[in-house]
């Protein structure tokens, strides 16, 4: 594992020796969450299945692509063609446990004022995700309204387009940025562990989980056909519940599980890849998840080993000090805006095809992947860094030069 040098570690994050016991021992006793290898050293192996994990939802939407104009070979290799959307669960077990950790370390800090320290990580929490979303669905309307199709105002889904909250529809509406669907679920997350952080600031998230499972309970129970149920019991927030899970167990036995990490997180993966050839029924699809419908079938095949996935790998946490895996590690700080960026991208990728599409529609899968990646990258590099730099003081050397944590 890298260490970061004092000098590279933002004031919000230093953790010391002596914060590290005593944050170790404000946990105890409580089943809280302590961040004990966060503050001082980065796990890497997080960062890498971050990389995985846009990079899949990236490679699925280059398939679609491909998909209106031809018949690319693979998207008929049994059930791979839309595999890539479990990168979307990936991500929602990897936020659950690093946001947790990050509220867990808050608590921890300001024990005298917990409603600041609410405050503080709600306004931190939305600073890291709107700005960067709000300006990629600006692209979004200006590529519609310059490109090949109209934007129908009368029928946008203002709620979950400019303020990722839940529409009046019969289900969830999608935002302009497709997959801004994901940050709604990310956004309510980040508002029930808000409030416990408030509330009870000892117990944030042993609270907010048995809040979410108990939240999932009764949607078993009374069924979810509104808007605002879909999204409260939707049994996809167990997948965030999963990463408190890892959390806390990391808490506790992150020194003892390093070989059994390796067997897990393998575990996970084979249980995820033969879904490709097993199959995951509708669970792909969005649009039935923000129905309320497949919802457990997904966390189920998805969700599941996508929890092992994680946890194996943050216990095992490789070193990861290659060129290559230096380089996935640097994909997956550029996670959030190649993933907010397949949706524009992908656009053009569709409207230029008569470039993209000479060459054959499965090495276009790969062309389209590509340039979507290198968009991400692009706009990570000047838009979302700079983003950072002006909300946080957020200013990080690129991993080739050396390794430091970032938030979620």
């Known amino acids: 594992m890298l260490i970061r040098k004092p000098s590279d570690i933002p004031s919000s994050e230093i953790t010391s020796k002596s914060d590290y016991m005593n944050r170790r021992q404000f946990m105890a006793g409580a089943a809280a969450v302590g961040a004990s290898a966060l503050g001082a050293e980065r796990l890497l192996s997080v960062q890498a299945l971050r990389a995985v994990a846009a990079l899949l939802v990236v490679w699925a939407h280059s398939i679609d692509a491909a998909e209106y104009f031809a018949t690319p070979r693979q998207s008929h290799f049994f059930y791979w063609g839309n595999f890539?959307?479990?990168?979307?669960?990936?991500?929602?077990?990897?936020?659950?446990?690093?946001?947790?950790?990050?509220?867990?370390?808050?608590?921890?800090?300001?024990?005298?004022?917990?409603?600041?320290?609410?405050?503080?990580?709600?306004?931190?929490?939305?600073?890291?995700?709107?700005?960067?979303?709000?300006?990629?669905?600006?692209?979004?309307?200006?590529?519609?309204?310059?490109?090949?199709?109209?934007?129908?105002?009368?029928?946008?889904?203002?709620?979950?387009?400019?303020?990722?909250?839940?529409?009046?529809?019969?289900?969830?509406?999608?935002?302009?940025?497709?997959?801004?669907?994901?940050?709604?679920?990310?956004?309510?997350?980040?508002l029930v562990l808000t409030a416990f952080l408030a509330w009870t600031p000892r117990l944030v998230i042993r609270n907010t989980a048995v809040f979410l499972c108990v939240m999932v309970a009764v949607g078993a129970l009374v069924g979810i056909h509104r808007p605002l149920l879909i999204l409260w019991m939707n049994p996809m927030i167990l997948e965030f519940v999963f990463g408190c899970m890892v959390g806390m167990l990391f808490a506790r036995r992150a020194d003892s599980m390093t070989k059994a990490g390796r067997w897990i997180a393998a575990i996970g993966a084979l249980l995820l890849a033969a879904t490709i050839f097993i199959g995951y029924g509708q669970a792909s699809e969005a649009k039935y998840i923000l129905a309320g419908q497949d919802c457990w079938l997904r966390v189920t095949v998805w969700g599941v080993p996508s929890a092992l996935l994680v946890g194996g790998a943050i216990f095992w946490n490789p070193a990861l000090?290659?060129?290559?895996?230096?380089?996935?590690?640097?994909?997956?700080?550029?996670?959030?805006?190649?993933?907010?960026?397949?949706?524009?991208?992908?656009?053009?990728?569709?409207?230029?095809?008569?470039?993209?599409?000479?060459?054959?529609?499965?090495?276009?899968?790969?062309?389209?992947?590509?340039?979507?990646?290198?968009?991400?990258?692009l706009c990570y590099l000047f838009v979302e860094r700079p983003l950072m730099r002006f909300f946080h003081n957020w200013n990080k050397p690129l991993p080739f030069r050396t390794a430091q944590m970032t938030e979620s």
Do not use: N
């Not at 669960?89 to 005298?112: N, P």
């Not at 805006?337 to 230029?352: G, K």
């Open 84 to 190: 890539g959307a479990s990168g979307m669960d990936i991500f929602f077990v990897i936020s659950g446990f690093i946001v947790s950790l990050v509220a867990a370390r808050a608590a921890t800090q300001r024990r005298s004022q917990p409603r600041h320290t609410a405050r503080h990580f709600l306004r931190r929490r939305i600073t890291r995700i709107f700005p960067l979303y709000w300006i990629l669905t600006l692209a979004v309307i200006l590529e519609g309204e310059l490109g090949r199709y109209k934007i129908h105002w009368h029928s946008v889904p203002w709620l979950p387009t400019i303020l990722l909250l839940p529409s009046f529809h019969p289900f969830i509406a999608q935002p302009l940025l497709w997959l801004g669907w994901s940050l709604v679920f990310e956004l309510y997350f980040y």
């Open 321 to 377: 000090r290659s060129l290559p895996a230096r380089l996935l590690v640097f994909l997956g700080d550029a996670s959030y805006s190649i993933y907010l960026c397949t949706i524009p991208a992908r656009s053009v990728v569709e409207h230029y095809w008569r470039i993209f599409g000479r060459f054959g529609a499965d090495t276009d899968v790969f062309l389209g992947a590509m340039f979507c990646t290198l968009v991400g990258v």
